[in-house]
C-alpha cells in the first residue's frame, strides 16, 4: 500500500512538472528519463539562422516612435545584462524578455550597432546554455513566478540568471550569485563604479576606468565570495563587459570614448536608453571588443581561477583558457560545458544542439580554430 501511495505521489509530482515547464526554460542539465516526459510537451521549433550583418551601419536614432520606453510590466523578465533589459523595454526584442536567439541578433545589431559576429557568438554561447533549444527560446532573465515549481535536480532554471554558465562573479552592477540575488541592479556597486569614475576618469566612464575598476571587483569577489569562481568562460565575459558600456552606452555622434554616468544608471538601473539617443556610428566586432579586454586586462593581469572555499583563496586554474587561448575558450565551451549540460541528447533535442552549435562557430570560420565535431 505505502509503495503505491508512493507511486501515485512521485506520478502526481511529475505531472505538475510537466504542466508547469515554460517553453523558454533551459532543458540543460534534465536527465533522460526527464527530457523524454517534457520535450514532448513542447512546440517543436526549427532553429531560425541568424540574420546577416546590417547594411546600414551608421549612427541612426534608436528611440523612435516605434520604440518608446515602457516600464517593464509585473510579469515581464528582465534579468542580468542592462543591455538586453534596455532593448526589451524599448521593443527592439519582445517585450515580456523572452525570444528567439535571432530576434536577439537582430535587436543587438538594430539598437547597438553590434557586428554580426560578435552578435551571433555571444547569442548563441548564451542560448545554448540557457536557452530551451527545442522550441528555439530564451529568457533574458529567469523565470515568472507564475512558471510553477522548479523541475527537479540537476536541471538549471533556465535565462540569463544562471548561474556560473554564462552569468557569473564579479559582475560590474550585479552581486556574485554567492550573496542570493545575481540580476538585480546594485546602488552600492554602481555607486562605486561612480567613485572609480570621478577618481581616474573626470566623472566619465571610460577604458582606464574600466580597468581600475574590473580590478577592483575581482579584487572584492576574492575578499568577500568564499565561492568566487573566474575562469572561462566567466573569465572572458566579465572583461567584455567592462568594455561593452563604452562600445554600446555611448551616443554615436560622441567619439571620445566617455559615457556620461547620468546615462549609464540609465541603463544599468533602469533598462532605459536616453531620450534622442543614436547608437554607435562603428559597428562593434569581436576583434575590437577584444582590443577593449587587452586593454584592461594589460593594466592589472590576473590569471584565471578562483576561491577555495574560502575567502582570500585565489588560486590560478591551469586548466581554464585565458586571453592567449581564443581557441580554447571555444572548445572548453563546446566540449566541457555544453557536453556537460547535455551528456546524452537525442532526437529533436539533438538535431536542435548540433545546428545551434553550427551558429556559433559561424563567426569563427576562417579564424585556425577548427570546429568541434557535431555530438552524436
Keep these: 500500500m505505502l509503495l503505491f501511495s508512493f507511486l501515485g505521489l512521485f506520478s502526481l509530482f511529475s505531472l505538475n512538472n510537466v504542466l508547469a515547464f515554460p517553453s523558454y526554460r533551459s532543458l540543460a542539465g534534465l536527465s533522460p528519463a526527464e527530457l523524454e516526459v517534457i520535450i514532448p510537451t513542447l512546440e517543436v521549433r526549427t532553429p531560425e539562422p541568424p540574420p546577416g550583418p546590417l547594411n546600414d551601419t551608421s549612427a541612426k536614432l534608436v528611440v523612435d516612435p516605434a520604440h518608446p ?3 517593464a510590466g509585473l510579469n515581464d523578465i528582465r534579468g542580468p545584462c542592462p543591455g538586453l533589459n534596455t532593448l526589451a523595454s524599448h521593443g527592439w526584442l519582445p517585450r515580456n524578455g523572452i525570444a528567439t536567439p535571432a530576434e536577439i541578433v537582430n535587436a543587438v545589431q538594430e539598437g547597438f550597432n553590434m557586428a554580426n559576429d560578435l552578435a551571433i557568438f555571444v547569442t548563441y554561447a548564451a542560448f545554448l546554455v540557457d536557452g530551451n533549444l527545442v522550441t528555439d527560446l530564451l529568457s533574458i532573465g529567469g523565470k515568472t513566478k507564475n512558471t510553477g515549481p522548479d523541475p527537479p535536480a540537476p536541471a538549471i532554471v533556465g535565462g540569463l540568471n544562471t ?4 552569468e557569473g562573479d564579479a559582475s560590474t552592477t550585479r552581486a556574485d550569485a554567492f550573496f542570493g540575488d ?3 541592479f546594485n546602488e552600492s556597486l554602481f555607486d562605486e563604479l561612480t567613485a572609480f569614475s570621478n577618481q581616474f576618469g ?4 571610460n577604458l582606464s576606468v574600466a580597468a581600475e575598476f574590473r580590478f577592483q571587483r575581482i579584487k572584492d569577489s576574492i575578499a568577500t565570495n568564499p565561492q568566487f569562481s573566474f575562469i572561462s568562460p566567466r573569465y572572458f565575459t566579465a572583461y567584455a563587459e567592462s568594455v561593452f558600456p563604452i562600445a554600446f552606452f555611448i551616443d554615436g555622434r560622441q567619439s571620445n570614448g566617455q559615457l556620461d554616468m547620468n546615462v549609464a544608471r540609465g541603463f544599468f538601473q533602469n533598462s532605459r536608453f536616453p531620450d534622442g539617443f543614436f547608437r554607435a556610428n562603428v559597428s562593434t566586432s569581436i576583434n575590437e571588443v577584444g582590443n577593449g579586454i587587452g586593454q584592461i586586462f594589460a ?5 584565471p581561477g578562483g576561491n577555495d572555499d574560502a575567502i582570500n583563496t585565489y588560486t590560478p586554474d591551469p586548466n581554464s583558457a585565458d586571453f592567449t587561448q581564443f ?3 571555444y572548445t572548453d565551451f563546446v566540449n566541457v560545458t555544453v557536453r556537460g549540460l547535455y551528456p546524452s541528447a537525442t532526437g529533436v533535442l539533438l538535431d536542435a544542439l548540433n545546428t545551434n552549435l553550427d551558429f556559433f562557430y559561424s563567426p569563427l570560420q576562417g579564424s585556425g580554430c577548427p570546429q568541434v565535431p557535431a555530438f552524436v
Excluded: D, Q, R, T
Excluded at 548561474?163 to 554564462?166: C, K, L, P, S
Excluded at 593594466?299 to 590569471?303: D, Y
Design 69 to 71: 520606453w515602457i516600464e
Design 163 to 166: 548561474h556560473a554558465v554564462f
Design 182 to 184: 545575481n540580476h538585480s
Design 202 to 205: 573626470a566623472g566619465f566612464y
Design 299 to 303: 593594466k592589472h593581469p590576473i590569471a
Design 327 to 329: 581557441c580554447k575558450l
